[in-house]
């Protein structure tokens, strides 16, 4: 059985005050044992957030694919193990088009994220132009071919299928383009890694999951969870996303 992993990723939000919200996913966390809560702050926050002890998991949000070396402003897996983290997002689409990283570069990063012992978010998706052309099926099955290491195991790998038209809009795909997809997306982790690993594997929908929408998109037979992006940042928004999570057993 796959555990129901709730993510929160908080971009380039939050502050030491704003680890104060943890205290009520923390809560959640303890009260849904069935669900697996990540937190991923920005980098600086990582040890803080750790050091809170809380039920909640914390994560990166991005990692270098070197263990070291002249790479100013980045981070290795083995520092952000260090600082506190035991899973880490890798080519979120804000970083594919912000600081264009390719598949492979994405593909690297999650190698290193894995080979450290930490776990790897890997975000595929497409965009509205691609959706609309009928391209986002095959736009995304090349994004996991391209992104997700050739010997990730289920344990070390979790997929992320996050729309960018989605993303910080209020809009969601349909419950039917999400079946889709997430289907898709198995097959493919099939052909890639095996069928006992894709079947292990966990695929979260991310793109505007709310307290409204979350238990339609949950409870779409390949979704394992969510990345949640502006309503992770509080407690009051969060805990209902993980109480979503954990009615639907
Ligand atoms: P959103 O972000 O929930 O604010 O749409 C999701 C993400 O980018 O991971």
């Known amino acids: ?53 809380s039920d909640v998991i914390i994560g990166a949000q991005d990692c270098h694919a070197a263990a070291a070396g002249p790479y100013t402003g980045c981070l290795s897996a083995a520092m952000l193990i260090e600082a506190g983290a035991t899973l880490s997002i890798v080519g979120h689409s804000e970083r594919r088009t912000g600081q264009h990283e390719t598949d492979a570069e994405v593909r690297a990063k999650a190698i290193a994220v894995m080979a450290a012992g930490m776990t790897a978010i890997v975000c595929v998706g497409e965009t509205e132009a691609q959706r609309d052309a009928g391209d986002a099926m095959p736009v995304v099955a090349a994004q996991v071919a391209g992104s997700v290491p050739d010997d990730a195991t289920a344990d070390r790998l979790v997929v992320a299928y996050e729309p960018l038209w989605a993303i910080g809009t209020g809009r969601v795909p349909s419950i039917a383009d999400v079946t889709e997809m997430h289907a898709m997306i198995r097959t493919r982790l099939s052909a890639k890694l095996g069928a006992e690993t894709a079947a292990a594997v966990r695929i979260l929908y991310g793109g505007s999951m709310n307290a409204g929408n979350a238990a339609a998109l949950l409870a779409v037979a390949d979704v394992d969870g969510g990345l949640v992006g502006g309503a992770s940042l509080t407690a009051d928004a969060f805990v209902p996303i993980i109480r979503a999570a954990a009615a639907l057993g």
């Open 1 to 53: 059985m796959r555990r129901t992993l709730i993510a929160g990723n908080w971009k380039m939000n939050g502050s030491r005050a704003a680890l104060a919200e943890l205290a009520g996913m923390a809560a959640a966390a303890a009260e849904h044992p069935g669900v697996d809560v990540v937190v991923c702050p920005p980098a600086t926050l990582i040890a803080a957030a750790r050091d809170a002890r």
